[in-house]
């Protein structure tokens, strides 16, 4: 029996998995790897950062949707994967062998080297740091009770992309219970977003962008903008600005928190692997495997694929990760059964929404655009169709988002 190995529990791993276990019972064995018992719904990691959504509503266990007869399941950390022999490198097991591997171990926080980021900032790629920042800010709220110092109430987010808009919503949304712990009132908690560019969330029109604008302004979300970020000390970030004249100190902006959205890459496991890759993502072929190894797949945060007509790689999300997912299994069942494999990779857009907050979202859906509370309402949607997919009807009844209604 040709084995499987899937790398990485994300929205890709386990789609895979799920699929693979429709398509291909008893034909295959499956091997499961990720570090977490738990796959976590990435999209909403702001959510926990926050505090607005307790870890449990966007988790759920791995083993709730395998099927052991033909999926094993292996909680250890992937330390390499190595090609040539095909095998799999974990930290605490005996190395595995595949026939073919999916390797969709996901992303990163992205520094680009800035000075103090990873020693004075806190990321959020994951359950454990977005759980970290929210501990952080629930401490800092409590602190300023005896500090009586304003940076304590202040918390600033470094990127304004799609993870930097969606957190600083959220932390909006969360200002009357910092305000609660400090013994201040909301408007005392102040929210600062930075960014280097002079045009928030390219993948939206300006007519999006502008609404963002707006809503940020409306929520008392201070954004700057041309602002790029040179170093971070102890609580207090250095920016260059875009028209600052050569010599010009750099700026400064205090205060107890400082998040780091400011862009993530792939897998390291990508590089330890020795695989070619720009930012930890792989140049994929049509099939979605390693151009010279058609064994390897490689899908999610670690792929970068071409739209046939643009010349940048689509971006990483939920939505085409899930789809990889499809078509990966899609072509291994025919590899397995001798069939026809599919053509070409190709993904269209669903389209995308960004929630500013629990009631306000915005976005674009096959050229129509929506805003405000009917947008969140579609965002939930989205976030309830990708529960259902990946984890059926039992972690969609318990984890679902139905307040829709407000
Ligand atoms: P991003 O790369 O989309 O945005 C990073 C932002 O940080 C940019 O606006 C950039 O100008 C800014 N930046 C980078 N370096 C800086 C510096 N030195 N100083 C100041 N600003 C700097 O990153 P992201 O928001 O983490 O998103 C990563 C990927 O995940 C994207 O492809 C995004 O579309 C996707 N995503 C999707 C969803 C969703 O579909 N719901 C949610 C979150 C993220």
């Known amino acids: 029996m040709k084995k499987v190995v899937v790398l990485g529990a994300g929205y890709a791993g386990l789609k895979t998995v799920v699929e693979l276990q429709k398509k291909l019972h008893g034909k295959v064995e499956v091997t499961l790897v990720d570090q977490n018992d738990y796959h976590y719904e990435a999209t909403d990691l702001h959510e926990v950062a926050s505090g607005n959504l307790p870890t449990s509503k966007i988790t759920f266990p791995i083993a709730d949707v395998l099927d052991p007869s033909m999926t094993t399941f292996i909680v250890d950390r992937v330390e390499k994967v190595d090609e040539e022999n095909k095998k799999v490198e974990l930290a605490n097991h005996e190395p595995l062998s595949y026939d073919y591997c999916v390797f969709a171990l996901g992303f990163v926080s992205e520094t680009f080297g800035i000075k103090g980021a990873v020693e004075n900032s806190l990321p959020m790629t994951n359950i454990v740091e977005s759980e970290a920042i929210r501990d952080h800010i629930e401490a800092q709220m409590k602190n300023y009770q005896s500090s009586k110092n304003p940076e304590d109430l202040k918390i600033v987010v470094c990127g304004a992309g799609f ?9 909006a949304d969360a200002r009357p219970r910092y305000a609660k712990w400090a013994g201040v009132t909301p408007d005392q908690i102040k929210i600062h977003v930075i960014d280097a560019s002079n045009r928030i969330l390219p993948m939206f029109n300006d007519n999006l962008a502008n609404y963002c604008l707006k809503l940020l302004d409306k929520l008392d979300i201070e954004l700057t903008q041309s602002a790029l970020i040179q170093e971070i000390q102890p609580n207090t970030v250095l920016y260059k600005g875009a028209d600052d004249a050569e010599g010009t100190p750099l700026h400064e902006v205090k205060a107890g928190t400082i998040i780091w959205t400011t862009g993530v890459s792939g897998s390291p496991v990508v590089a330890e692997s020795g695989l070619q890759a720009r930012r930890g993502r792989v140049m994929d072929s049509e099939h979605l495997t390693v151009p010279e190894d058609d ?30 997912a499809r078509y990966v299994a899609k072509d291994i069942e025919a590899r397995v059964n001798g069939t026809k494999r599919p053509g070409a990779y190709t993904f269209s857009s669903l389209g995308t929404v960004a929630s500013v907050g629990n009631t306000r979202a915005f976005g674009e859906s096959k050229g129509i655009t929506m805003k405000g509370y009917p947008a969140s309402v579609v965002k939930k949607m989205i976030m309830n169709k990708s529960l259902f997919v990946q984890g059926g009807l039992k972690e969609l009844i318990a984890k679902g988002r139905f307040d829709l209604y407000h």
């Open 163 to 171: 993870t930097g808009i969606e957190l600083a919503g959220a932390l």
């Open 295 to 324: 064994d390897m797949y490689m899908i999610g945060d670690v792929a970068a694929v071409m739209p046939p007509d643009g010349d940048r790689p689509y971006p990483t999300t939920a939505q085409i990760a899930l789809k990889m």
